[in-house]
């Protein structure tokens, strides 16, 4: 029998609890995994299942130093004391299993430094995309392709807030609300609606993806408050739906350690697999050579999808243990298995990037408003593919243009000259284009 100890029994837990006493129809080895310890914060409080009460204690580091533990399941969330706990049931030759997206992107370093120098595995697949199997096919059947980009629909509450402004037409504000309301954004939804979240689960795709750690902060990160009805609706008008992507890419041509890392609101082409990826679900899609592109689809979160995941990586890790592939020394960990890489990708700049650009202005209601703005396009190099101008907006007129595929930098620098301009009243937005 492996022993599991399991730190946190709320929804996650509680999923993952329910898979494991109930192994009929499931895996076979998933009978030789026993929840040994579980490490809640109020051992009395009801359950809504029955658990052996000898089991629950709401001392969790008894949990990670307990030597008759094999594997510690943390489905705590947040930072401390998951990360402290992950780290002393690694420095105690324990293989650990984790959800926590958000201590894996900020302590990856730490975390899989000491695993590697422990000789155990710390995996993470429901830390991304939920229940969607991404993280083992990133380090397994798709790793032998030349990887060059992975982009993501990979957090569920944006996903569902642009869904409902799309389909009702409404500000993001009241669906915030109204999502809060339902239970589908937190009262704080500051890590979803801001692209946290979602950077996090980037910088974990990308560091499989490309081989190197990244650091967080250096991902380039735009949320959604400031998506409207009004470039909903233009976009609409244009062929395309907004979604917040998640994109890591790496050019073949180019330096191999360089990365383009961004999470941001992006037009999508409607005809894109993306564009039908709706509510909470999420989709990650990944492109490499020579097998082209494969995209994952299903539920990002929730009790059941992310305990497939969770116990996804204890079976795989019991079967290590099985074959003898996961006792010290070091050397034995499964390569398949394991995070070895240790140094970091270096970050491309934004304004090297090169991509579409939609860009909404309004100005003055005057003669030569659209040539004034075509011409400082023009003399930075940005060709433009399309220009709308309807109605106007409070007095002002409202110009809509797409770019062809261009040098960030040369819109920045576009931009620049036209703020110059006497008839400009604003830019209200500026959002890229996949
Ligand atoms: N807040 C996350 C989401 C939960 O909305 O996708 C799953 O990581």
Redesign the pocket.
Known sequence: MIKIGLLGLGTVGTGVTKILLDPAQRHPLLKDIEIARIGVRSPDKPRRFSIDAAKLTSDLESIVTDPDVDLVVEVLGGLEPARSLILKAIGTGKHVVTAN?AVVARYGHEIFSAANQAGVYVLLEAAVG?GIPVIAPLKQALGVNRLRGVTGI?????NYILTRMQNEGGDFEAILQDAQRLGYAEADPT??VDGY?AADKLAILASLAFGGRIHLEEIHREGIRNVSATDISYARTLGFVIKLLAVARRDPGADPNEVELRVHPTLVPREHPLASVND?Y?AIVIEGDPLGQVMFFGP??GEGPTASAVVSDILNIVAALKTGGATQPAQTINPLLACPHDHYSKVRPMASLETRFYIRFLTRDELGVIGALGTCFGNQGVSLESVVQKDLRDGLAEIVVVTHTVREGNVNAALNEIRQLKALHSIASLLRVL
Do not use: P, R
């Open positions: 997206k939920g990979v957090n569920g509450t944006t890590a979803d979240d909470v999420n990002g979160a």
